[in-house]
T-cell receptor, first 118, second 114 residues
Framework: AQKVTQAQTEISVVEKEDVTLDCVYE???????LFWYKQPPSGELVFLIR??????QNEISGRYSWNFQKSTSSFNFTITASQVVDSAVYFC???????????????FGQGTILTVHP | GAGVSQSPSNKVTEKGKDVELRCDPI?????LYWYRQSLGQGLEFLIY????????KSGLPSDRFSAERTGGSVSTLTIQRTQQEDSAVYLC????????????FGNGTRLTVT
């Protein structure tokens, strides 16, 4: 069965520090997708990024970057020059399968609470 | 609407009562999901609707839980004979239904069973 582990329960940083959120996953499928979602205090989960199992190209988007490594089953997320508005719970998630009812059926990690202090 | 709308935002009910939670997905999204978020269990998949296909109910925790999606749009999650362990935030999400499309979540309904 699939599993997502976010070992860091809580991280606290000071504004402008870089911070990396770790995510390790387990799956038997060769086709799968990985996601990061952000849940600010308002409660609404917001999609950040999606990666499929065939695309290990890492990505940078503004202050965000993602490091996907199949060899270690990891999909880590880095925020550069953190800001107070980045404070939220961050979830890593996995969906398996090439089709059918597995679409969108996400397995979430337990989440990492990120607090950025001014 | 612009986003996924859920109502009510908060619901307090007595143990043993039935509750209905409503979700209005983004217009044009064919897929709709219910998840549950609680302190002890994190985010759990409950049920998934895709077009006219039979729903995937594999995440429903007991037969007290059921969901409907009428006309391919609005969905209602019903919990019968509520128990204290049902207390959680119930999140609805929708997507375009294509391969592993990102989910767009609502703000959730916080259910408290006293």
């Amino acid at each position: 069965a699939q599993k997502v582990t976010q070992a860091q329960t809580e991280i606290s940083v000071v504004e402008k520090e870089d911070v990396t959120l770790d995510c390790v996953y387990e799956t038997r499928d060769t086709t799968y997708y990985l996601f990061w979602y952000k849940q600010p205090p308002s409660g609404e989960l917001v999609f950040l990024i999606r990666r499929n199992s065939f695309d290990e190209q890492n990505e940078i988007s503004g202050r965000y970057s993602w490091n996907f490594q199949k060899s270690t089953s990891s999909f880590n997320f880095t925020i550069t020059a953190s800001q107070v508005v980045d404070s939220a719970v961050y979830f890593c998630a996995l969906s398996e399968g090439a089709g059918g009812t597995s679409y969108g059926k996400l397995t979430f990690g337990q989440g990492t609470i990120l607090t950025v202090h001014p | 609407g612009a986003g996924v709308s859920q109502s009510p935002s908060n619901k307090v009910t007595e143990k043993g009562k039935d509750v209905e939670l409503r979700c209005d997905p983004i217009s044009g999204h064919t897929a709709l999901y219910w998840y549950r978020q609680s302190l002890g269990q994190g985010l759990e998949f409950l049920i998934y609707f895709q077009g006219n296909s039979a729903p995937d109910k594999s995440g429903l925790p007991s037969d007290r839980f059921s969901a409907e999606r009428t006309g391919g749009s609005v969905s209602t999650l019903t919990i019968q004979r509520t128990q204290q362990e049902d207390s959680a935030v119930y999140l609805c999400a929708s997507s375009k239904g294509q391969s592993h499309s990102p989910l767009h979540f609502g703000n959730g309904t916080r259910l408290t069973v006293t």
